[in-house]
């Protein structure tokens, strides 16, 4: 498709959601690269968005690069430079992420297609950062689409709606909701604009002559008027409330605290007693099946889906359309936009028939987790 239109009438339905931010999936653990052949050496691209431990990305560390390939003894004095303790077992973890780089090509003497897979001392940092948090499980299998999360890494979609407290696609989905289950839609619940006649926000309000303000904005506020929003927390995205969010990487910001968020008393019980969602059966690294899992459905020819457009210069959008044909060995799915009818190849795992991805051949559906329910069953509060 040649021209994408972000901002329409399926957007004014969804207020709050709009704000919602959003991003794009990232490598699951336990992930797996490929050696590939370049013009001078085989090697494995970088993993996109890959932070060290206090945010340290791979070219952007305390010399080097990056230092985490360098010798030991060299390793081991910026190491000690980080605040917190980086066992040196990690280094084979940050040479698998930073493939890239010359100093931590694990491609080097392997041929092109040599599988180079992710080492378990990546789930122990990731373990470590997340345990100073509440409700920090992997749930296994992950929450599908319009399922109930906590954190953006809990989400097969990697994304987890800070408003709503739900997993979904991107900003934009406005139709996961139709998967949830009916007592979390009791929770979240459509709330109408109340601050419309807060204080100095006149983007809700108009002037003497029934004109709207300058810089007239509905979804600034939930005005008293026939537009609403639906919303589990209500101030979780804030101006530079960074509390209620997540990361690229799916994880919390420092200092995540959902008691700022103004999420309504029934989310909260459940967040206290972690009913919100099930975290089902932990993964165990080094394990043969990918873990945490994934669920999946049936897809066939016209199968209704939600899935990322990308034309290849940047821009990026999740679109409805419906399938057209499945290519297993390339990983890819062929979807018709429901838009302008036009046709793109896209990658398996970003492709969504309703709450999951589809089922490939022969796969057997994992086993769900303890199911999260109404208990306890409060009356929403503000």
């Keep these: 498709p040649s021209l994408r239109f972000p901002i329409g009438l399926d957007m004014m339905r969804i207020g709050g959601l709009l704000l919602c931010a959003s991003w794009l999936p990232t490598l699951l653990a336990q992930g797996t690269k490929k050696c590939i ?3 001078t050496t085989v ?5 996109s968005g890959y932070q060290i431990r206090s945010g340290y990305s791979c070219s952007t560390v305390m010399g080097g690069n990056p230092p985490w390939c360098q010798d030991t003894t060299w390793i081991g004095q910026q190491f000690a430079k980080i605040p ?10 940050h040479k698998y992420h930073c493939s890239a780089k010359k100093e931590c090509n694990m491609c080097d003497g392997k041929a092109a297609g040599y599988t180079l897979t992710e080492p378990c001392s990546c789930h122990t940092i990731q373990a470590q950062q997340r345990a ?18 906590v954190h953006g890494y809990q989400c097969s979609t990697r994304f987890c709606c800070p408003q709503l407290k739900v997993c979904l696609t991107d900003s934009l989905d406005g139709t996961a909701m139709t998967h949830s289950e009916q007592w979390v839609k009791d929770i979240v619940k459509p709330v109408t604009c109340n601050t419309a006649l807060d204080g100095a926000n006149k983007h809700c309000r108009g002037n003497a002559n029934g004109d709207p303000n300058p810089g007239f904005d509905q979804r600034d506020a939930a005005a008293t008027m026939p537009i609403v929003k639906p919303v589990t927390c209500n101030t979780a995205l804030d101006g530079a409330n960074k509390h209620c969010r997540g990361n690229a990487n799916g994880d919390p910001n420092p200092g995540f605290d959902q008691t700022r968020c103004g999420c309504n008393n029934a989310y909260m019980q459940h967040f206290n007693a972690e009913t919100w969602m099930p975290c089902g059966t932990a993964c165990q ?5 990918p873990c945490p899992a994934r669920n999946f459905v049936s897809c066939g020819t016209n199968t209704a889906v939600r899935a990322l457009w990308d034309p290849g210069f940047g821009t990026k959008m999740w679109l409805a359309g419906k399938i057209v044909s499945k290519n297993e060995a390339g990983g890819t799915i062929k979807v018709l936009w429901d838009t302008d009818s036009t046709q793109s190849d896209v990658l398996w795992d970003l492709v969504y028939a309703g709450k999951h991805n589809c089922a490939r051949a022969g796969q057997t559906a994992p086993a769900p987790g303890t199911t999260a329910g109404p208990a306890p069953a409060t009356t929403a509060g503000p």
């Design 132 to 149: 100073q948090y509440p409700y920090n499980c992997v749930p296994n299998p992950l929450r599908g689409r319009g399922e109930t999360c």
């Design 43 to 47: 090697e494995a691209p970088s993993t």
């Design 37 to 39: 052949s370049g013009l």
């Design 84 to 93: 917190g303790t980086v066992p040196m077992t990690e280094v084979d973890c």
């Design 285 to 289: 690294c080094g394990g043969n099946s």
